[in-house]
């Protein structure tokens, strides 16, 4: 039963996702909820490479190492000041840094990223993580900041 309130999501080819679940906050397509899965039709230009499945949010890293983000962004995973992103939305700090983006993680309240250099960098609600981050360094972390 846990497993039917999840969101799921595959991708078929690098320009094709089929995205299905009961919870329709991060479907990428007009319905709340479905069972059946559907291509999304808003995607990145790029050809994606990784899904990366959140809490009620997603994320899609494409070849050029660009990472878009939707679904939930309650608590500010997805980098954006909306509520909700229906569409995936490029988070342009990467590109803007000229940082290629190689793996990401979507919590229920912060995300991380990985990029080509090694750099880890997170944003979201920093309650939990900075208590984590300050028993393992003094060093800070800032809103898509490289730890300094």
């Known amino acids: 039963q846990r497993c039917l309130r999840r969101l799921m999501s595959t991708a078929i080819e690098p320009s094709r996702l089929l995205t299905w679940g ?36 997603k994320g899609l890293i494409t070849e050029r190492g660009d990472l878009y983000v939707f679904g939930s962004n309650v608590f500010g995973q997805l980098g954006s000041g909306a509520a909700q992103q229906d569409d995936p939305q490029m988070i342009n700090f990467f590109s803007d840094a000229h940082k290629r983006v190689l793996d990401a993680a979507i919590g229920k309240y912060h995300s991380a990223a990985v990029t080509e ?11 939990l993580i900075s208590l984590i981050l300050s028993k393992i360094s003094s060093r800070s972390y800032t809103s898509l900041g490289r730890h300094e």
């Open 22 to 57: 009961l919870d329709g906050k991060a479907l990428g397509r007009p319905e709340e909820a479905s069972l059946t899965p559907a291509r999304m039709q808003r995607l990145p230009p790029d050809n994606i490479v990784k899904v990366v499945e959140g809490n009620q949010s």
């Open 117 to 127: 250099d090694g750099a880890v960098f997170t944003w979201g609600s920093a309650g």
